[in-house]
């Protein structure tokens, strides 16, 4: 097996001309993975796709090809007179039951906080029937803004039973809302959670930098601790063209 490397900007990149794997393809793949794993940061250049044919040693369509990919997905942006730039990096989370900030960070993400807001409400009939509690008890609920590369990626709101953590705001400025419960000794066990979408409302376009009307995935998530007590009710919205859940299917037996 053979293959050709070239360097667009610091990045090092080859293709297998033997595989039967499309050239193209090959290229949008590690142009992908090189903007997940961070190495092609938010506003960084490609150059035109004359440079990177040149560079690559590969045919100009081959090369429009692997870009178009990746800007129909949202990573890459064609900007006339500047060339191929780097937008951001989509967000793919697996369906487990951890920690949106922790799973950020792991994947190198730089995560950020913004708390909206922390305070005691009386539940819903939505939240008490959620967190197994009479309707009007009091909860704590807490509004957070959750970014990645300095980008806003999610809106999420969770309701706490009354009395379960001492939530504080410089603390979730600075970590997730599960590696609070943990430090307070609290263990999750399992959830139940539901995924949707919907459109943004007004509010929400705004906090997330979407449009009014753009779709947004939406997610319920039920909590339970080691005793089987109800911990947490969380409602989230996410960015779509930034955030999608991943799932490892198996045939039944």
């Known amino acids: 097996m053979t293959s050709e490397r070239a360097e667009p900007g610091d990045l090092l990149l080859g293709v297998d001309r033997s595989s039967p794997v499309p050239l193209y393809f ?28 040149a560079r690559l040693r590969l045919s ?63 539940a819903s009939a939505e939240v008490a029937a959620a967190l197994r509690i009479p309707e009007g008890a009091d909860v704590t609920m807490v ?37 609070l419960m943990r430090g307070a000794g609290i263990t999750l066990h399992s959830a139940r959670q539901t995924i949707g979408a919907r459109v943004a409302a007004a509010e929400e376009g705004a906090l997330l930098e979407e449009p009014e009307g753009a779709p947004l995935l939406s997610m319920q998530r039920i909590s339970y601790d080691v005793t089987g007590r109800v911990v947490e009710y969380a409602s989230h919205l996410y960015r779509a063209s930034r955030y999608s859940f991943e799932l490892h299917l198996l045939v039944r037996p």
Do not use: C, F, W
């Open 26 to 53: 090959q290229l949008s793949q590690q142009l992908e993975a090189a903007v997940e794993q961070g190495r092609l940061q938010p506003g960084s250049l490609l150059g035109s796709e004359i440079e990177l044919a």
């Open 60 to 122: 100009r369509p081959t090369v429009r090809t692997a870009i178009q990919a990746l800007v129909d997905k949202g990573l890459l942006v064609r900007r006339r007179g500047v060339g191929t730039q780097v937008v951001h990096s989509q967000v793919k989370r697996p369906l487990e039951l951890s920690s949106l900030y922790d799973d950020l960070e792991a994947a190198g993400q730089r995560p950020a906080t913004r708390v909206l807001g922390i305070r005691t409400v009386e």
């Open 143 to 179: 509004e957070r803004l959750r970014l990645a590369h300095g980008e806003p990626l999610a809106v999420m709101r969770n309701h706490l039973p009354g009395g379960l953590l001492d939530a504080r705001g410089e603390e979730l400025e600075k970590t997730g809302l599960y590696r």
